[in-house]
């Protein structure tokens, strides 16, 4: 199966504070792929200290 481009919205939520919208755009096979792409970088970017939900997930390429 042959990556495709994925552009996928995450809504981050942090303890005390306001959601913050972050749009990834990740190499993966699948839509599934893609959405556990971005929220792996999602976690490696804020340390787990978000409560990340996935928003919107595109093809783009």
Known sequence: MTDR???VT???LF???KPLEKVFEVH???EEDAR???L???AVEH???SI???VKVEEIG
């Open 5 to 7: 481009l994925w552009k």
């Open 47 to 49: 340390g787990g200290s």
């Open 28 to 30: 993966q096979a699948t």
């Open 36 to 38: 556990d792409a971005a």
């Open 40 to 42: 792996g970088k999602e």
């Open 15 to 17: 303890p005390m504070g």
């Open 10 to 12: 995450v809504s981050c």
């Open 52 to 54: 990340p939900t996935i």
